[in-house]
């Protein structure tokens, strides 16, 4: 009999071409593969940046837009605020005040002078000593250069007080004159 020769480690082994070419396609595949995704990651990031720049400047802008036109409107209020101001400052208010005041005597005591600028009407009340009293001072601003179209509007005779003066109010327009 014949010894039978059984080796287990045959470390004999040769390489061969499409083993090799297999290996080297493959590492190189997955090279490009990951220098491929690198780049894309690169690019992904650097196009998420560029949209969140985009989002907040156009939210920026819209915001300033918003503002712009709240800041336009609003210093359209002013304005017209303003002018309306000046416009009360320029009216003859020292002619009006003369006028309604020059006729206080003794008899009549103005409580109150109310002007509307808008509507060009004066509302006075007063309280005068009696009725006569009271015409009196009616009379007197119907004459007056600054007031036209004076009627009383309202009067009623205090019965609380000892007196009894009679309360009144007055409305007048008020004219005037550049």
């Not at 005591?109 to 007063?126: C, F, H, Q, T």
Request: glycine share 4%; aromatic share 8%.
């Amino acid at each position: 009999m014949r010894a039978i020769s059984l080796d287990y480690q045959h470390n004999r082994r040769r390489w061969h071409w499409p083993d090799i070419l297999l290996l080297v396609g493959g590492l190189s595949l997955s090279a490009y593969v990951g220098i491929h995704y690198a780049n894309v990651s690169a690019e992904i990031d650097s196009l998420e940046a560029k949209q969140t720049a985009f989002e907040r400047t156009s939210n920026h802008q819209a915001a300033d837009s918003r503002l712009a036109s709240l800041d336009a409107q609003q210093l359209r209020a002013e304005v017209k605020q303003a002018n309306d101001v000046l416009a009360q400052l320029a009216l003859p208010w020292e002619a009006l005040f003369k006028d309604i005041e020059s006729s206080q005597k003794d008899r009549v005591a103005l409580l109150s002078i109310e002007p509307d600028p808008a509507k060009r009407v004066v509302r006075i009340m007063g309280e005068a000593k009696d009725l006569d009293a009271m015409l009196g001072y009616v009379r007197f601003l119907q004459n007056k250069g600054s007031l036209t179209g004076v009627y009383l509007q309202s009067h009623h005779v205090e019965q609380q007080t000892a007196e009894k003066p009679v309360r009144f109010a007055v409305l007048a327009a008020w004219v005037i004159k550049p």
